[in-house]
Structures are given as structure tokens and as C-alpha cells.
């Protein structure tokens, strides 16, 4: 029994200091066997506890960067986006832009040229011509403004520049706009006041009948027979025949007396007056507004007369002036 005891048992010499005795220990084989077997084991289990964390880090890193890769190609697709959409609006920005810096600087012109009518003192057909140019492109229908050409790419260097030059345009904008708030509305209020004078110069022919019986100045007075001022022109015309007013202006006589007959007073701009005398029918009453060439009333032969005709004058600053000059123009 001891011998097969002894056969189950190793002996390990321990080797020390050669003046130290040799020391034995007597280990049993199966143990020497299984310490090495269980160290095997345990590193083979780290290895593989190792791996599979190993595993699973790469798995998760894998997934992070696959969403992160999900979310930069989102960003980048989105960047595109978004820098196609601003070069389209700072394409379109830029035609709008060019388009309104035209018609700003088609304004100026019309300023200008305005000014320049107002200068000159034009007739009403200058000032209508003037009105009638219009700013408005908008004239045809959607349907006809139709559009194409062939595609040609925008690099980013050409919208630097084009938002630049819109950028320019802007400013250039803004300094027509600054001069025209000063400049424009001193040019309305010039171009009313001569709409105004124009309108209310006593030029229209004040009846269809253009036949002079007598001008203005010195003659044989038709009653007396003595020499005698003639202070307006007499007109030949039929009773009931139109009286035109020769100028906007403002009715600030209607009466009737021996001399004059039935007779008109209108108020012009400028210290003007316009007289109808011996009328047949007045048509507007004391305070009213009319217009030039609006009929007033009728030609007749009341008053001092010798026949039916229109007497007509123009007084300035309370004298009386010759009409022909005015009704000339």
C-alpha cells in the first residue's frame, strides 16, 4: 500500500545556497497534472471572455458609425440642398434686382423729362404724352411669357459674384430711392400747380363761331358814332349758340345789367379773367367750379347790342387785355 503511495508521488529538490541543505517536497502527480490543466483553462477562458467583448465593441462601433455615416451623408445632402436653394434665390434676387434698377432708372428719366416739360411750360399735349408713358411691363397675359434656353451650370466663385453685384445694385437702389423721396414730390407739386395755370389759362375758343365783328383796342363806338375803347372782342354767333368756358377757373359773377346784358365772371390762376357778355342763358351759378371748354351758357344779344355776338374779354390784375395773343396758343 505505501509502495503504491510512493509510485503516486513526485519529488521536487529545491536547490538553495550551496551551504544550504537540499530541501525535498513530495507533490502527488495528479496535482502536478491538473495546475497546469486548470492555468490552460483559464487562460483559454479569458481569451475567449476577450474575444467576445472584443466582438461585441466592434459590433457596437460598427452600428455607431454606420448611423454616424447615415447622419453625415443626411448633412451633406442637406447642405446640397440647402446651397442650390440660395443660389436659386440669389439668382432670382439678382434678376429681380436688375429688373427694378431698370424701371427705377426709367422713373428718373420720366422725372427728368417732367422737370424738363415744366421748364419749357409745354402745351397740354406734351403733359398727356408725358401721362401716358407708362411703367407697367406687365401688359401680356401669364399664359404668353414663356420661357427656355440651354443649361448652363453656376459654379460658387459666379454666385459670389452675382450676390456682390445684386448686393451693388441694392445700395444703388437705395441712393435713387433717397434722391427721388426729396426730389419727386417737389416735382409733383411743380407739375399740379402747371397742370393747374395750363388748365387755367383762358385759351379755348369760347364759341363755335371763330368770325371776329370787332378787336380789341380803339374804334367808332356803334351807338355814338364817337371814338371809343373796345375792351374785349365780339364774336359773331347765332342766339342759343354753345358759350365755352376759355379756362378752368372758379364762376365768381353771374348778373345782368343794361350794359353788359346777361354775363358771366370767371376767376383764373395767375390774377386772370375771362368775361362773356350778352348772353342769351347763363348755365352755371356764383361759386361753381368748371372746367376749360365746359359750356356756361348761350350767345344772345341782351344788353348793349346790336346784334347777336359775344362779347369776350380777359383782364389781368383788374385791366382789361387783348384775348387774341391767349387764344392764339
Known amino acids: 500500500m ?31 497534472v491538473a495546475v497546469p490543466m486548470v492555468a490552460l483553462l483559464s487562460i483559454s477562458g479569458l481569451i475567449v471572455s476577450m474575444h467576445i467583448n472584443s466582438t461585441r465593441t466592434i459590433s457596437q462601433l460598427e452600428g455607431q458609425l454606420m448611423g454616424q455615416n447615415i447622419q453625415f451623408e443626411a448633412l451633406v445632402s442637406d447642405r446640397d440642398e440647402a446651397i442650390q436653394r440660395l443660389q436659386n434665390e440669389v439668382v432670382t434676387l439678382s434678376g429681380q434686382s436688375k429688373g427694378m434698377m431698370d424701371r427705377m432708372e426709367r422713373v428718373v428719366e420720366l422725372e427728368a423729362e417732367l422737370q424738363k416739360f415744366i421748364n419749357k411750360y409745354g402745351n397740354q399735349e406734351e403733359l398727356s404724352n408725358l401721362s401716358s408713358i407708362s411703367l407697367d411691363s406687365d401688359s401680356y397675359d401669364d399664359d404668353s411669357l414663356g420661357v427656355g434656353g440651354e443649361y448652363i451650370a453656376v459654379h460658387d466663385n459666379e454666385i459670389d459674384n452675382l450676390a456682390k453685384e445684386t448686393s451693388a445694385d441694392l445700395q444703388a437702389m437705395n441712393t435713387l430711392l433717397d434722391e427721388m423721396e426729396k426730389n419727386v414730390p417737389v416735382t409733383i407739386n411743380r407739375a399740379t400747380q402747371t397742370q393747374y395755370s395750363l388748365s387755367g389759362t383762358p385759351s379755348e375758343w369760347p364759341t363755335p363761331s371763330k368770325r371776329l365783328t370787332s378787336n380789341f383796342g380803339y374804334r367808332t363806338d356803334p351807338f355814338t358814332g364817337k371814338a371809343a375803347f373796345h375792351a374785349g372782342i365780339d364774336i359773331s354767333g347765332k342766339i342759343g349758340d354753345p358759350v365755352y368756358a376759355a379756362g378752368a377757373g372758379q364762376v365768381v359773377t353771374t348778373d345782368k345789367d343794361s350794359s353788359h346784358g346777361k354775363y358771366i365772371i370767371i376767376k383764373h390762376p395767375d390774377g386772370l379773367e375771362s368775361w362773356y357778355l350778352h348772353l342769351s342763358e347763363i348755365k352755371v351759378s356764383e361759386g361753381d367750379t368748371v372746367t376749360k371748354g365746359q359750356t356756361i351758357g348761350s350767345v344772345g344779344n341782351t344788353g348793349r347790342s346790336t346784334g ?17 395773343p391767349y387764344l392764339k396758343q
Do not use: G, W, Y
Not at 4 to 32: E, G, H
Open 308 to 324: 347777336s355776338h359775344l362779347h369776350f374779354e380777359i383782364v389781368k390784375q383788374n385791366k382789361p387785355i387783348d384775348p387774341l
Open 2 to 32: 505505501k509502495s503504491a503511495s510512493l509510485c503516486n508521488q513526485m519529488t521536487l529538490l529545491v536547490l538553495r545556497d550551496a551551504n544550504q541543505p537540499v530541501k525535498q517536497i513530495r507533490i502527488s502527480k495528479p496535482l502536478i
